[in-house]
């Protein structure tokens, strides 16, 4: 059952990055490519959730492990001799609290509650993030 509504969130995130299939770009392929991802990753942390005795260690290694497979496309970004402080500022913002500190919580959340309950409360980040959005940066 939670295959079917992880494949079902990934095709309504399919609906959601492109209008019509005519007009599906790169940007609209790595957004449902990272609905998929996101929804194994959910099943996985269900499947290991007895295992699991600390959630910051697990989450720690999740996102370490995470960040070495980027390695081998590094080559198609900016040379870090073009990487300002700032960006160094954001990517460590991301590293601890969009990845260690919200993986944690999920896990956490996880051990009491259902992976398709998870996945439910995942789906929220793109209604908030377009609400925030549109509030803070009056994105249209």
Same mark, same amino acid.
């Given at each position: 059952g939670v295959l079917l509504g992880a494949a079902l969130a990934s095709f309504g995130t399919l609906l959601l990055a492109s209008p019509g @299939? *005519?007009?599906f770009s790169n940007? *609209? @392929?790595l957004t449902v490519a990272c609905a998929v991802v996101f929804a194994l990753q959910i099943v =996985? !942390?269900?499947? =290991?959730q007895p295992r699991i005795k600390s959630v910051w260690a697990f989450s720690f290694w999740q996102s370490t492990i =995470?960040? @070495?497979a980027t390695v081998p496309f590094l080559s198609r970004f900016p040379s870090l001799g073009e990487v300002t402080g700032l960006t160094w500022v954001g990517i460590a913002w991301? =590293? !601890?609290m969009s990845s260690v500190l919200a993986f944690s919580f999920q896990v956490r959340a996880q051990a009491v509650l259902s992976a398709s309950v998870s996945a439910t409360l995942f789906l929220l980040e793109g209604p908030f993030a377009a609400l925030f959005g549109w509030w803070i940066f009056n994105d249209q």
């Amino acid at each position: 059952g939670v295959l079917l509504g992880a494949a079902l969130a990934s095709f309504g995130t399919l609906l959601l990055a492109s209008p019509g @299939l *005519d007009s599906f770009s790169n940007g *609209d @392929l790595l957004t449902v490519a990272c609905a998929v991802v996101f929804a194994l990753q959910i099943v =996985a !942390v269900t499947q =290991a959730q007895p295992r699991i005795k600390s959630v910051w260690a697990f989450s720690f290694w999740q996102s370490t492990i =995470a960040a @070495l497979a980027t390695v081998p496309f590094l080559s198609r970004f900016p040379s870090l001799g073009e990487v300002t402080g700032l960006t160094w500022v954001g990517i460590a913002w991301i =590293a !601890v609290m969009s990845s260690v500190l919200a993986f944690s919580f999920q896990v956490r959340a996880q051990a009491v509650l259902s992976a398709s309950v998870s996945a439910t409360l995942f789906l929220l980040e793109g209604p908030f993030a377009a609400l925030f959005g549109w509030w803070i940066f009056n994105d249209q």
